[in-house]
């Protein structure tokens, strides 16, 4: 009976974390849809699905958590064999969508490409001159490499004004190479995601040790109840 509480109290730890994973993928799809949803014209959309699966992901994971919890208490061999087999998916679901990702062809590329496409409609669609607004605004950057990359879009040597911060009204009237800021947007776009790449890997590492080990405990568990109801 000992050797059943002990393995009742790992499982519950385990669960408890396993449901912590659960909100911490549903806050990070959330955040990262809310803050920098108008970055999705940037990105494509095959990329920008990934907030939104980790959200369906995340929402899963938390509803088998209290299916886990309700075999615990119940001490159900069946109910605990129903959820390892949810979380051994789950798990499986997570590594395909991470093997996905990192084999999205060039990424590098595609944002090249997406950012050349916005910029080359920026007169015909709202939607994409907002886009630029925002982000040149926010990350301080002007272009795609450079100021100049407009020059060619705007057929004169005026900017968007969002490429400038301040303008000296003694030198112009409107937004110039001379004041805009000197960084174009994809260096920035790409030095916050590989400022938090490595994070995100740490995350996600975390996140597989404890569903693997939840997977094992849960397994433990469930021959532990079995044996039990044997025994009786």
């Not at 659960?22 to 949803?37: F, P, W």
């Not at 994070?199 to 693997?212: A, N």
Request: charged share 15%.
């Amino acid at each position: 009976m000992g050797g059943t509480t002990c393995t009742k109290n790992i499982m519950h730890i385990c669960n408890v974390l396993f449901m912590i994973t659960g909100l911490s993928i549903l806050t990070v799809g959330a955040i990262v849809q809310m803050k920098y949803h108008h970055y999705a014209n940037f990105v494509g959309s095959n990329i920008w699905t990934f907030p939104v699966i980790f959200i369906i992901v995340g929402s899963v994971v938390t509803v088998i958590g209290i299916l886990g919890c309700c075999g615990i208490c119940k001490e159900s061999s069946c109910l605990i064999l129903t959820f390892a087999l949810f979380v051994i998916i789950i798990f499986l679901v997570e590594f395909a969508l991470g093997v996905i990702f990192v084999n999205h062809g060039n990424f590098e590329k595609m944002l090249q490409e997406q950012f050349n496409s916005t910029m080359n409609q920026y007169n015909d669609r709202k939607e994409y001159q907002d886009a630029w607004s925002l982000i040149q605004s926010e990350m301080d950057c002007c272009g795609i490499d450079k100021a100049d990359d407009w020059y060619p879009r705007t057929n004169s040597h005026k900017l968007p004004p969002s490429c400038c911060k301040v303008i000296n009204l003694e030198e112009a009237s409107d937004c110039t190479a001379k004041h805009a800021h000197p960084v174009g947007c994809i260096t920035r776009l790409k030095k916050v995601i590989d400022d938090n790449s490595m994070m995100l890997g740490i995350v996600v590492l975390v996140i597989f040790s404890i569903q693997v080990f939840t997977i094992i405990s849960a397994c433990f568990l469930r021959r532990t109840f079995a044996r039990n109801h044997e025994t009786v």
